[in-house]
């Protein structure tokens, strides 16, 4: 009997399943430390625990993202180590911040099924959910993955497709507890610009450009224990490149926001994301931001619907497609979330 | 008078010679972060706190081969600043689990000395023990070095030879305090194996490679306060290249291991090691195992006693040695230890 | 209007302006792990939680460049973003030292404006200070930097220069709270040499070379928040290099140096810092010091001003300045500074 791993294959999934992933991890001073080594974020509210600590989040809580990578990397060996592809996400809430001492454990419910009419493989929806040590949910989302069939004989499953929602609703959005901007302090926080500072339809080019190296990109992936082969063994693609992990371009993006959208604090949610291009080393990365939608979230908080673009190459253009309807050369990444900001 | 260390060289040990090694060091959650960003490490009690306590270790250990890493690098300075030579270690024990804010110290006896025929170098056999900061023992173990003399007219002291076992006997293993799999979820460890399910003589190949860069050896060889110039200075050898520090390759394969030993959680000795060639960035690590031997600890507790072998390549047909008895090419590391598993 | 920070350029200085510098930054254990993974330090008092409470350092404080390099990082996106040069800085005071859980916190006073004769720059003096979340003071810094006019008709300031002491006399160094080295312990720290065995015209050579790699460099960068282009982006250079920031130089110098001067255990003041040449990914770093003053600070405490210079490639002569008085080819750092050491 093999002890390793096979990971599962799209017949062994079947609606209604639910999957409790390994391995439990808890988030550190040393998670924050180490983020803060490999991206260039300086967002006020886990850069300082007084400054959290005056907008009511106290203990301070660590980079919203460092909860997202952990989450999502729990499900890889389970969900997608035999995908063809990862199709997208959504419907990702954040819940409640996370702060050091939190052990976070993910666990995933199969709610769609469909074989492709290749009978090659198919399309397997998953609604996964991390909670903390106290079964608390720190963030849910839904994804959907194209996974390689064992054996092609199988019979294919009954169609199941969830309904998913193409945006979080503002309603939806979930304040953490205690957050209250009344006493926010612009100064500390880098850039005086607030809710009401921002249009919809404006465009944020972030100036600023990152080239990446493979250490960085390594570090960074093992840190959330994605192991997935291809981003760190040259041997794993005929190239002999090792890709770059999506998640690192949307913190390296996020990062980078920081000038045009310092004051936008906290993600709330991602209502979907397409990772558009690969990435390597040596690539250098800008980003730019147009604002999607806006909406009140309490009496100082407000909420930006954010379209978060990465790039090989500065464009200062902004151009999100040509005329073709297909990306632009050189966007990395299209990413919609929803942020929080004084108001 | 010169205020740089020259080092000890042969003619400087003594058997019965005790040295206080310098620089004791605290380990904080810090080391669990950046350990975490170079390694692939996913085994489930350093990862969470809340696994940990669940089998009875309370505060949150943190990586064994930390421990390791630190208290053997301490030894450095004073004992194989001059060696020709690392020519092997024995007996290492891991007594009870290293949390943060333990501050480790390493000491050594020399308990061996024989000049070689050449009457330019020995070989010095210590015993080291590292201790935390209420003097409870950490880990201890033999190593015998060969180290240069600096007058080769230097007399030959009388030869003496430490009997050291060549395996940890099972009943010497030590249990950590609390340590108690009864209610061990194997769910959340990643993978159902259990003592039982592994059989002496038993090959596991891990499957994953992970390629090395300068930057990442760099890094974990500086967090353990190793300093041996070969590992930093592209000056210090005729190749140009940074030799890669043995225990990296150590820590490697460790943490490549999860994928079929993700039970075999708690390293409690090492019986011996062989860095059987030298590694470098841009080479591909794999690992497979073998066990080669099994004991009952407690009730709950089992050990597996292991071979680790790395690989510069995969080599799927776990060859170690060629048929003229010496190690297969591509082999890095021959490590052999004993490993705390559920029963 | 845009949202992006243009930097401030010299006509927007007024003298006695106070800059309230963004963003607060939280020290943690995990900077400490990172930094141990970036520079070869050994300095006991950092490394040792245990040997830090001995000489009555209680929390555990950090090493002193952390607060260093923080504090500095804060005040390039208001001072130095439209830079032509950084020119020097002075009387830079450690007061106490910094640990984990400190936010710091810095900020600016406009003290000296002198315009160029070109009209087209001029020469801005600011005095920083950084203060932890309780207001009291970390360390003090005098700097001048040459800043590019937005408008190159903007009238000219009238002109003030401020008074700076080429040195910190000893009787203004801060002796940190607490801090006693009469039951130093010598074999812990790592060498036998205390205050009287160190004399004026002293030179050492601290023998090790380290080579740099651009991954390290940027995560130290990044650590600080220092986001200036030109560390972190290929395409910022006609060269294609990326500039390695000099504090990246100094903390590499710094840790090298505990060979020869591993009792000089705490920064108390830099006198004044230059850095002489650039340095790239792929240079091998040394270093040597002089010993410039000696005084003494308590009964048990002594300070040693030091010249500590970074070269590239190893030069045993220890030439600083050629004989037409610039400095010798491969000096990169001269930073002139005191430090404390057991009498």
């Given at each position: 009997m093999t002890k390793t791993n096979p990971g599962n294959f799209f017949e062994d999934f079947t609606v209604g399943q639910v999957i409790q992933h390994a391995t439990p991890r808890t988030v550190t001073e040393g998670d924050r430390a180490v983020y803060g080594s490999l991206y260039p974020t300086r967002f006020a509210i886990p850069s300082s625990a007084a400054f959290a600590a005056s907008v009511g989040l106290d203990p301070h809580p660590v980079e919203d993202l460092i909860a997202f990578h952990i989450a999502f990397g729990k499900t890889v060996p389970d969900v997608?180590?035999?995908?063809?592809?990862?199709?997208g996400y959504a419907e990702l809430r954040f819940h409640q911040p996370v702060v050091p001492g939190d052990t976070l454990s993910t666990s995933s419910e199969v709610i769609g099924l469909k074989e492709n009419s290749n009978g090659k493989s198919g399309v397997v929806y998953v609604r996964s959910t991390a909670v903390n040590q106290r079964g608390e949910v720190t963030l849910d989302w839904a994804r959907w993955v194209m996974v390689h069939k064992r054996n092609v004989e199988a019979p294919a499953p009954e169609v199941v497709l969830p309904e998913l929602a193409s945006v979080v609703a503002a309603e939806d959005l979930i304040l953490p507890t205690?957050?209250?901007?009344?006493?926010?302090d612009f100064a500390a926080a880098g850039?005086?610009?607030?809710?009401?500072?921002?249009?919809?339809?404006e465009m944020i080019d972030h100036v600023d450009g990152v080239t990446l190296t493979d250490s960085e990109h390594q570090q960074a992936t093992r840190l959330w224990q994605n192991t997935a082969k291809v981003h760190f063994?040259?041997?794993?693609r005929p190239d002999g490149n090792r890709l770059i992990y999506g998640g690192h371009i949307i913190s390296m993006a996020r990062a980078l926001?920081?000038?045009?959208?310092?004051?936008?604090?906290?993600?709330?949610?991602?209502n979907a994301g397409a990772h558009t291009a690969p990435a390597f080393a040596g690539d250098t990365v800008y980003a730019w931001s147009e604002v999607l939608d806006k909406a009140a979230i309490s009496d100082s908080v407000g909420a930006l619907r954010l379209r978060l673009v990465a790039t090989k190459g500065r464009d200062?253009?902004?151009?999100?497609?040509g005329d073709d309807g297909?990306?632009?050369?050189?966007?990395?990444l299209d990413l919609d979330y929803w942020a929080l900001i004084p108001q």
């Amino acid at each position: 009997m093999t002890k390793t791993n096979p990971g599962n294959f799209f017949e062994d999934f079947t609606v209604g399943q639910v999957i409790q992933h390994a391995t439990p991890r808890t988030v550190t001073e040393g998670d924050r430390a180490v983020y803060g080594s490999l991206y260039p974020t300086r967002f006020a509210i886990p850069s300082s625990a007084a400054f959290a600590a005056s907008v009511g989040l106290d203990p301070h809580p660590v980079e919203d993202l460092i909860a997202f990578h952990i989450a999502f990397g729990k499900t890889v060996p389970d969900v997608s180590l035999n995908a063809v592809a990862n199709l997208g996400y959504a419907e990702l809430r954040f819940h409640q911040p996370v702060v050091p001492g939190d052990t976070l454990s993910t666990s995933s419910e199969v709610i769609g099924l469909k074989e492709n009419s290749n009978g090659k493989s198919g399309v397997v929806y998953v609604r996964s959910t991390a909670v903390n040590q106290r079964g608390e949910v720190t963030l849910d989302w839904a994804r959907w993955v194209m996974v390689h069939k064992r054996n092609v004989e199988a019979p294919a499953p009954e169609v199941v497709l969830p309904e998913l929602a193409s945006v979080v609703a503002a309603e939806d959005l979930i304040l953490p507890t205690g957050l209250d901007f009344t006493s926010y302090d612009f100064a500390a926080a880098g850039e005086p610009h607030r809710w009401a500072d921002y249009e919809v339809g404006e465009m944020i080019d972030h100036v600023d450009g990152v080239t990446l190296t493979d250490s960085e990109h390594q570090q960074a992936t093992r840190l959330w224990q994605n192991t997935a082969k291809v981003h760190f063994n040259v041997e794993a693609r005929p190239d002999g490149n090792r890709l770059i992990y999506g998640g690192h371009i949307i913190s390296m993006a996020r990062a980078l926001s920081f000038n045009g959208l310092a004051n936008a604090q906290l993600l709330s949610a991602i209502n979907a994301g397409a990772h558009t291009a690969p990435a390597f080393a040596g690539d250098t990365v800008y980003a730019w931001s147009e604002v999607l939608d806006k909406a009140a979230i309490s009496d100082s908080v407000g909420a930006l619907r954010l379209r978060l673009v990465a790039t090989k190459g500065r464009d200062e253009s902004m151009t999100l497609r040509g005329d073709d309807g297909k990306y632009a050369p050189g966007v990395l990444l299209d990413l919609d979330y929803w942020a929080l900001i004084p108001q």
